[in-house]
């Protein structure tokens, strides 16, 4: 076990996670700074999205037999209504022919802000 020496803060911690014992000076000025302290290895953002494209790999197959298993089980007024669905979100904003929209876009914006 290794022993640090006692901070104006309090003892501190031991790479073994006991606290360190007050050395006999008390722990003045004089005193050598304390080692690094050891940290398990930190998980990486690699490490994250890897497990997360991991699962995805074997979550993907079994969504996409849910989503055929459901669209071959849909009713013809189940499928009418998801049509009817879809087509609802293009009433939402007026279709302007002509230029790339853009303007249009910013001026949403403009006023989404006031």
């Known amino acids: 076990m290794q022993s640090r020496s006692t ?3 309090g003892p501190s911690d031991t790479s073994d996670g006991e606290a360190a ?3 006999p000076d008390g722990g003045r ?4 700074p304390a080692p690094p302290r050891e940290y ?3 998980v990486t ?6 497990k997360a494209v991991q699962g995805w790999r074997a ?8 989503r055929r298993r459901e669209l071959r ?5 189940q499928a009418l209504q998801a049509v ?23 001026r949403y914006f403009a006023r989404a802000r006031r």
């Open 21 to 23: 014992r007050t050395p």
């Open 29 to 32: 000025r004089g005193d050598p």
């Open 40 to 42: 398990p290895v930190p």
């Open 7 to 9: 901070t104006a803060l």
């Open 59 to 66: 979550t993907g197959p079994i969504l996409e037999d849910l």
């Open 45 to 50: 953002g690699s490490d994250v999205q890897a």
């Open 84 to 106: 009817l669905d879809l087509l609802d979100l293009v009433t939402v904003l007026p279709i302007k022919h002509g230029g790339s929209g853009l303007v249009d876009q910013q």
């Open 73 to 77: 089980e849909m009713t013809d007024g």
